[in-house]
């Protein structure tokens, strides 16, 4: 029902940008909160940016005013926009789902995720 497929990932140079892509079949934003983390060997996995129920959006403070979550319905899809990249940002990133009812976490969903490497 719920499928995830990021793509938009690949190699970029030190101040450059990336566009990630989120297809998401099956969820309906009424329900479902969408965020982006990403996770770089040897580290835990890392929330980056979140798109609320509401439409808001909130960010790690690592990444706030260089990358920006969105969503098209229309679409169905999600993106992250990623400005001004550095080394530091090179990771596996990953979309995520979670269905929420009533303030409540009901069931959550992963896609594959896509490479991100920056570097010269």
């Known amino acids: 029902q719920v499928q995830l497929v990021e793509s938009g990932g690949g190699l970029v140079q030190p101040g450059g940008s990336l566009r990630l892509s989120c297809a998401a079949s099956g969820v309906n934003y009424k329900f479902y909160a969408m965020g982006w983390y990403r996770q770089a060997p040897g580290q835990e996995r890392e929330l980056v940016a979140t798109?609320?129920?509401?439409?808001?959006?909130t960010y790690v403070d690592s990444v706030k005013g260089r990358f920006t979550i969105s969503r098209d319905s229309a679409k169905s899809t999600v993106y992250l926009q990623m400005n001004s990249l550095q080394p530091e940002d090179t990771a596996v990133y990953y979309c995520n789902a979670e269905k929420i009812i009533f303030g409540i976490q009901r069931r959550e969903y992963w896609g594959q995720g896509t490479q991100v490497t920056v570097s010269s």
């Open positions: 798109c609320h129920l509401d439409g808001s959006t």
